[in-house]
Every structure is written in structure tokens, then in C-alpha cells.
Nanobody, 117 residues
């Protein structure tokens, strides 16, 4: 079973950058896709970016060109580099293991990203 710990969030001004990290314990990280989700107050949790075990990536339209997802199999870590941040990016960000593109339903505590001027 995989346990996930997200980190790297914080307060940043519009146009700034943050890098989120998700450390995954367990023995299945290298064979599963991973995704970053976010949930803003009053909104549904949404998939922001995903990456397969082979490194193929997908992004929500709202973050294309600004966010980059990557993974390090040896470190069992998935990253989300967020550039050109906007206030609408403000949310709690979570990572999750994906099976056929959907979360298995296990989450860490999340990391808060606040973009404010």
C-alpha cells in the first residue's frame, strides 16, 4: 500500500512559482501513474496533471504551459512545478496514485497553495 505525503505549498504572489513534492512510500510507485489534484473552497476536487509510469503527461487546460509534472522513480517522488501562478490556482493540492486515469481514493493531507497579491 502506498502512503503519500505532499509538501512545498505556500504563499506566493501572482506570477510567482512553487514546486510541490509528493513522497510515496510502498513498493508500487514505479508501476503506477500519479496525479496531482487540487480543491478550492466550494469546488470539486479536480485533476490538474498526471504522469504515467513511462513518463507520459496530461494537463488540465487551465494549467497547460504553466505547470509541469515529473517523477523520480528512485526517490519515489512526483513533482509539480508551478510557474506563472494565478489567484485562481489557490487551492489545497493533493497527489494520488491513478489506475486507468482515476484516483484509487487514497490521499495525503495535502499542501496549501495561496496565490495572492
Amino acid at each position: 500500500q502506498v502512503q503519500l505525503v505532499e509538501s512545498g505549498g505556500g504563499l506566493v504572489q501572482p506570477g510567482g512559482s512553487l514546486r510541490l513534492c509528493c513522497l510515496a512510500s510502498g513498493s508500487f510507485f514505479s508501476i503506477n501513474a500519479m496525479g496531482w489534484y487540487r480543491q478550492a473552497p466550494g469546488k470539486q476536487r479536480e485533476l490538474v496533471a498526471s504522469i504515467t509510469a513511462g513518463g507520459s503527461t496530461n494537463y488540465a487546460d487551465s494549467v497547460k504551459g504553466r505547470f509541469t509534472i515529473s517523477r523520480d522513480h528512485a526517490k519515489k517522488t512526483v513533482y509539480l512545478q508551478m510557474n506563472s501562478l494565478k489567484p485562481e490556482d489557490t487551492a489545497v493540492y493533493y497527489c494520488s496514485t491513478l489506475v486507468r486515469g482515476i484516483s484509487v481514493g487514497l490521499w495525503g493531507q495535502g499542501t496549501q497553495v495561496t496565490v495572492s497579491s
